[in-house]
């Protein structure tokens, strides 16, 4: 098999790489004099290591262990701490949420 040559004669190549499912990239080789094999080499290493690293981050946190009370005890009382509304019982204070009452530090 001959490889297609360009106005110099010397054979070109064409290597599709494809490293995503949506993504192809072209490339095209062109063996030269001036173009070694080192150069190449060191241009497709600079291209990863600029492509599939990542200034983003992504930290997981894990959830905190959270006490949820669905109904508030009977001898409960309301406690006001800097404007905001808080459940007292058992000596522990509650939050009010859509879910219960949340324990929380104060």
């Given at each position: 098999m001959s490889l297609p040559t360009n106005k110099q004669g010397t054979s070109n190549r064409i290597i599709t790489i494809k490293p995503f499912?949506?993504?192809a990239i072209?490339?095209?080789?062109?063996?030269q004099n001036n173009m070694t094999m080192r150069r190449f080499v060191i241009l497709i290493s600079m291209f990863f290591l600029f492509n599939?690293?990542?200034?983003a981050t992504h930290v997981a946190t894990e959830p905190a262990q959270?006490?949820?009370v669905k109904k508030a005890p009977r001898n409960h009382k309301i406690v006001t701490v800097k404007g905001k509304r808080y459940y007292f019982w058992n000596g522990k204070h509650y939050k009010k949420t859509r879910r219960g009452f949340v324990l929380v530090n104060i």
């Open positions: 499912s949506n993504t072209l490339l095209t080789i062109a063996t599939l690293s990542s200034c959270v006490t949820i």
